[in-house]
């Protein structure tokens, strides 16, 4: 889908954006899922909009408002910088370095409103204080479109931090409750919410976007020194992702395949919560040494070389809202294995080979037939250049078009 530029710019405000969950990140130097997909958005609505957007957002400091655009647009490129540095830096930041940004980004009285005015917001960011966003809709006399990334921790709570679902319930009613229009990043998603929206009685536009691609940096493949096949298993370590499930498997290879015969595996990515076991085994297992590496701080440039250069990625998820590393492998030509998750195949389609999370013998075959590019890997292979990667201008146009429909009602 192109996108569209045929609509009028509208007057200075009349889209809203919050880009509260960045400026918190304001600290950090290695993006999360949620803080690109905030960053899709300041860029794709900017494209689309241009002087016709608007920033705001929630600061640190608790105070709410707009935000000057300046400071803004030096603060979005000084994060991208930060994100595609070949070196990483140090995982948090100084107070004192990040002072001056938080300064700079200090919000102001809401200056002027439209009266078909759309508040977007892309992050869960403060959504759990419906009365906050009340507040905030009121003082900009604003309709709200909100992204929804999934309902996972209400529907499978034991994979969430303590009271995670707790927390992510008073998310989904503040949308319920406030929401005029949602985004959805997957029709599985959808189906979740509908459920809350009904619920409430309202009218509520849904709209389906698949998350865009992101380009991955220019980088050279990876390559191991002793020349070996390795594996990529990338996201934040948490009991969803069934990192014990390959954890296991390299130890019973390399308990029972000669040395040579062990693919190695490269784990990128934070640990997360409730992960004893999983750390346990990255750090006391003997077994696992020489065959697996943990990274935890990862720059996009090494991360795109590690991608490009993997011989599948490995996801084997109990429960995904949208399948984003999945598309980011495909993008880059590299074999997918992963969970037959519904949220996966919207975004793999018939591409990556699906396997069931618990079906162990089953990643193992697959696992050791893409390490000497068996038959299933070839014929991934084959399948790949058939697969359309969403992208960024396609979700931007359906936000758009939301923002559209809903300024329609005004």
């Not at 400071?71 to 990483?88: H, K, M």
């Not at 034991?158 to 995670?164: D, I, K, L, N, Q």
């Not at 006391?284 to 943990?294: I, N, W």
């Amino acid at each position: 889908m192109a996108l569209s530029h045929s609509r009028a710019v509208p007057p200075p405000g009349a889209v809203i954006l919050d880009i509260s969950r960045l400026i918190s990140r304001v600290h950090y130097s290695t993006p999360s899922g949620v803080d690109r997909v905030e960053m899709a958005y300041a860029r794709g609505l900017l494209k689309h909009y241009g002087d016709g957007l608007a920033f705001a957002a929630v600061h640190p400091s608790g105070l709410y408002g707009r935000l000057s655009r300046q400071p803004v647009l030096a603060y979005l490129d000084e994060l991208e910088s930060r994100w595609s540095s070949q070196d990483a830096g140090p995982h948090r930041r100084s107070l004192a370095s990040s002072m001056p940004w938080l300064v700079s980004l200090l919000p102001s009285r809401v200056a002027s409103r439209s009266a078909d005015a759309v508040y977007v917001q892309a992050s869960p960011h403060h959504l759990t204080r419906a009365h906050q966003v009340r507040r905030i809709l009121a003082r900009e006399q604003a309709r709200f479109l909100c992204l929804v990334h999934d309902l996972i921790p209400i529907e499978y709570p034991e994979y969430a931090r303590v009271s995670g679902d707790r927390q992510h319930r008073q998310r989904i009613a503040t949308i319920a409750a406030l929401a005029d229009g949602v985004i959805v990043n997957s029709a599985a998603t959808g189906r979740s919410l509908q459920h809350w929206l009904e619920r409430t009685g309202r009218n509520v536009d849904m709209h389906v976007a698949l998350l865009g691609t992101e380009p991955l940096a220019a980088a050279q493949p990876f390559e191991q020194a002793d020349g070996r096949p390795y594996f990529v298993c990338l996201g934040t370590i948490e009991p969803r992702k069934n990192h014990l499930l390959l954890l296991n498997l390299w130890r019973h290879m390399a308990q029972t395949l000669d040395a040579g015969s062990v693919p190695r595996l490269i784990v990128i990515g934070r640990r997360g919560w409730e992960n004893e076991q999983v750390v346990d085994m990255l750090e006391r297992c003997p077994a696992l040494k020489d065959h697996v590496e943990e990274l935890n701080g990862c720059s996009d440039a090494r991360m795109a070389g590690l991608l490009r250069g993997a011989r599948a990625l490995l996801m084997p998820s109990f429960a995904e809202g949208y399948g984003m590393p999945v598309a980011e492998a495909l993008s880059v030509d590299t074999p997918v294995i992963c969970s037959d998750l519904p949220a996966l195949r919207e975004a793999g389609g018939d591409v990556p080979d699906y396997l069931n999370p618990l079906d162990g013998p089953g990643w193992q075959a697959k696992i050791l037939d893409h390490a000497i590019r068996g038959p299933c890997h070839a014929a991934q292979m084959q399948r790949l250049p058939h697969w359309h990667a969403p992208s960024w201008d396609e979700h931007i146009a359906i936000v758009a078009d939301a923002i559209a429909a809903l300024q329609a009602r005004a």
